[in-house]
């Protein structure tokens, strides 16, 4: 996205001084490599918090997508992260969100739920996905609920509530949805 388009987003809280416009850093397909040297570096998560700040000012939200995990290091450092963009959002009063996997295996790897309670302010499930062109079947990119020929692992329902029983504060927990 753009300058242009940053500045007409941000534009639409002229009409809703309550409106919240939010900035994702990171993605599926930006890699863990490079955000796993960062976080696990004090150097390299000031100067990226920094950076946050003072790249994107006029946002009033950020989001850190971590849908993947590298070392097994990286679930404390995700921790440091989040609470040294928290201390450096609060003057600012910046919303701090993350977007998460629904993979089973990577959030038992990469997330320590009741951590991630502490300083953010929406726990964001990524849950879409769960088919696609990888598989030899058809099926919803996001099933609610289990159909005959799906894993119940696969579905909105289950991932929800295995955020929730991993702690996940009910209120913070939200689904995104890909467009």
Known sequence: ?????????NNLRTNNAKLKTLVAIGGNDDGSDKYSQMANNPVGRQFFVNSTIEEYPAMSARDSERRKVGKSADKQAFIDLLRELRTAFQPHEYLLTAGVSVDVSIVDRAYNVPEMNKYLDFINV??????????????????????????ETQTVQYVIDYWLRLGAQPDKLTKDFDI
């Open 1 to 9: 996205m753009g300058i242009k388009m940053f500045e007409q987003f």
């Open 126 to 151: 990524m849950a879409f996905d769960m088919h696609g062109s990888w598989e030899h079947k058809t099926g919803h990119v996001a099933p609610l609920y289990a159909g005959d020929n799906d894993n």
